[in-house]
């Protein structure tokens, strides 16, 4: 079944690192696709980072350089670290998988029969 939990939120100041974790079924992590999302009130939702079976990654360019996504085949986890904080990276931020091409634009703006977690919420603080 379709399955993806998020974990790994709080609040740090700029500057700072969190560490999020997804944990999916095995029927989800089997997608093609995989990433995560954000969304920040009064924001549209954005795509931050994905990463395909073959493990080529891509990163929007507000955090390109700062945030690494991965993928951990034993567990069935996707991970997203991120680095060097800012505050407007504070939104809540949601897992995603999909049979899409990473790349395509489909699925950077979250087409709809796209898989989502419940999210978790990312606060910095300047």
């Known amino acids: 079944q379709v399955r993806l939990v998020e974990s790994g939120g709080g609040s740090v100041q700029a500057g700072g690192s969190l560490r999020l974790s997804c944990a999916a079924s095995a029927y989800t992590y089997s997608s093609y696709c995989m990433g995560w999302f954000r969304q920040a009130p009064g924001k549209e939702r954005e795509g931050v980072a994905a990463?395909?079976?073959?493990?080529?990654?891509t990163y929007s360019d507000s955090v390109k350089g700062r945030f690494t996504i991965s993928k951990d085949n034993a567990n069935y986890s996707l991970n997203l670290q991120m680095s060097s904080l800012k505050p407007e990276d504070t939104a809540m931020y949601y897992c995603?998988?999909?049979?899409?091409?990473?790349?395509?634009?489909?699925?950077?703006?979250?087409?709809?029969?796209?898989?989502w977690g419940h999210g978790t919420q990312v606060t910095v603080s300047s």
């Open positions: 990463i395909d079976i073959p493990g080529t990654t």
């Open positions: 995603a998988a999909g049979q899409y091409d990473c790349d395509s634009g489909s699925w950077w703006k979250g087409a709809r029969d796209i898989a």
